[in-house]
């Protein structure tokens, strides 16, 4: 069975880094398309970026370019996000996704920018 657990998320100053990490059972993350969304307040869902299962170099929103890193964990099985340099309006809970069909979704983790 197929689930996926967001931890890493908090309350951080601008300008801060934090480390999110998807861990995923039910199937290999290695081999496995996967993305980071994020939901703000009053907004809708959006794609941070994404990572193809065959190893090509991540894609990432304009908005997150340069500041936001996606890679895999092997050892553990999981996805991370590392995000650097962060701004109030990163503020949002975070998802991780596995981008089959239907995709699947983690249950989300807050963060917040904020001084």
């Known amino acids: 069975q197929v689930q996926l657990v967001e931890s890493g998320g908090g309350l951080v100053q601008p300008g801060g880094s934090l480390r999110l990490s998807c861990a995923a059972s039910g199937f290999t993350v290695s081999v496995s398309a996967m993305s980071w969304y994020r939901q703000a307040p009053g907004k809708e869902r959006e794609l941070v970026g994404s990572?193809?299962?065959?190893?090509?170099?991540?894609n990432y929103a304009q908005s997150v370019k340069g500041r936001f890193t996606i890679s895999r964990d092997n050892a553990k099985n999981s996805l991370t996000l590392q995000m650097n340099s962060l701004k109030p309006e990163d503020t949002a809970v975070y998802y991780c996704r596995l981008d089959t069909w239907p995709p699947r979704w983690g249950q989300g983790t807050q963060v917040t920018v904020s001084s």
């Open positions: 990572i193809s299962g065959i190893g090509l170099v991540p």
